[in-house]
């Protein structure tokens, strides 16, 4: 079984500072981990993906995360924060065993940005 | 080239009647999903297509969920007897399928509005 926390559902910056949004996974394989974003009234694009290989990610729109196995993390981060990222973010988790590749979807959280 | 498409965009039907809804996945993609998105409930997965394997139905919330993949491409997500719990997003996404199936990206489709009044 595998599992998503993302604590909190809002996040507020100003614009030009740091973003953080955590995300936190559970599973009993080796995890693949996914961030998505959500534009209002738009399907999900992917942000960036980790699949086993460098545990820093680096995505579109300056974005990157760090895989921690120790901490079972894959918090996403970006430096300045710009108002084109408000949005809806979604960490996800996967695995690459068995047939079933469905994705397990945290609660989502919204980040605004103030400017 | 086309991304995931779904159809309609938008849809209000009225208590205990049957609602369809299309997704056409990229083309090429053997891989298919259907998740529905609740306020505040995040994604929730409902089925999965590959290939001609048979579907995983695991996360259909009842037995008046139904989904269907013709040709290894359309699919038709049907709801019968709505009820207004069923009142979300129902989004589709596809994806390629390699080795590990997991690590491929998902492309999602702009979703369906489902209004049940």
């Known amino acids: 079984a595998q599992s998503v926390t993302q604590l909190g559902s809002h996040v507020s910056v100003s614009e030009g500072a740091l973003v953080l949004l955590r995300c936190n996974y559970s599973?009993?394989?080796?995890?693949?981990l996914f961030w998505y974003v959500q534009y209002p009234n738009q399907g999900l694009q992917l942000l960036l993906k980790y699949t086993s290989a460098a545990t820093l990610v680096k995505g579109i729109n300056g974005f990157e995360a760090e895989f921690k196995k120790s901490e079972t993390s894959f918090h996403l981060t970006k430096p300045s924060a710009h108002m084109s990222d408000a949005a809806e973010y979604f960490c996800?988790?996967?695995?690459?065993?068995?047939?079933?590749?469905?994705?397990?979807f945290g609660k989502g959280i919204t980040l605004s940005v103030r400017p | 080239g086309a991304g995931v498409s779904q159809s309609p965009s938008n849809k209000v039907t009225e208590k205990g009647k049957d609602v369809e809804l299309r997704c056409d996945p990229i083309?090429?993609?053997?891989?298919l999903y259907w998740y529905r998105q609740s306020l505040g409930q995040g994604l929730e997965f409902l089925i999965y297509f590959q290939g001609n394997s048979a579907p995983d139905k695991s996360g259909l919330p009842s037995d008046r969920f139904s989904a269907e993949r013709t040709g290894g491409s359309v699919s038709t997500l049907t709801i019968q007897r709505t009820q207004q719990e069923d009142s979300a997003v129902y989004l589709c996404?596809?994806?390629?399928?390699?080795?590990?199936?997991?690590?491929?990206?998902?492309?999602f489709g702009p979703g369906t509005r489902l209004t049940v009044l």
């Open positions: 599973s009993s394989v080796p995890p693949y």
């Open positions: 996404a596809s994806s390629s399928r390699g080795l590990a199936g997991g690590r491929n990206e998902q492309f």
């Open positions: 996800a988790v996967g695995t690459a065993t068995g047939a079933n590749s469905k994705l397990t």
């Open positions: 083309s090429g993609h053997t891989a």
